[in-house]
Nanobody
Framework: QVQLVESGGGLVQAGGSLRLSCAASGRTFSTYAMGWFRRTPGKEREFVAAISRSGIITFYANSEQDRFSISRNNAANTVYLQMNSLKPEDTAVYYC???????????????????????WGQGTQVTVSS
């Protein structure tokens, strides 16, 4: 079992930055690939970014690859999402998730697929004003 708690969301003006954090329970954090997803009311949850167990390999949605950066600190059981140049369309609830299926050799489809993630946080609200 892994329990995840997101934090760092809030209100920011367009063009600003936020850094989201996701704290995980347990000492097996490094055995899980981690991902960030987001959801806007009325829309399906969408993939944002993911990172391999070691933190060496990262993945991004095409629309965020130049503005967002995912990282992790396994010693601190924490994964981060640095978001820069935020746009109003980035407004959403952001969720972190943990996967024990995906590995560095799994291919991008594994990291991008919700069904491959076993545990989810409760989400943190990000609101970007115009």
């Amino acid at each position: 079992q892994v329990q995840l708690v997101e934090s760092g969301g809030g209100l920011v003006q367009a063009g600003g930055s936020l850094r989201l954090s996701c704290a995980a329970s347990g000492r097996t954090f490094s055995t899980y690939a981690m991902g960030w997803f987001r959801r806007t009311p009325g829309k399906e949850r969408e993939f944002v970014a993911a990172i391999s167990r070691s933190g060496i390999i990262t993945f991004y949605a095409n629309s965020e690859q130049d503005r967002f950066s995912i990282s992790r600190n396994n010693a601190a059981n924490t994964v981060y999402l640095q978001m820069n140049s935020l746009k109003p369309e980035d407004t959403a609830v952001y969720y972190c998730a943990a996967s024990y299926y995906c590995s560095g050799t799994s291919g991008t489809e594994c990291y991008r697929s919700e069904r491959r993630y076993n545990y989810w946080g409760q989400g943190t609200q990000v609101t970007v004003s115009s």
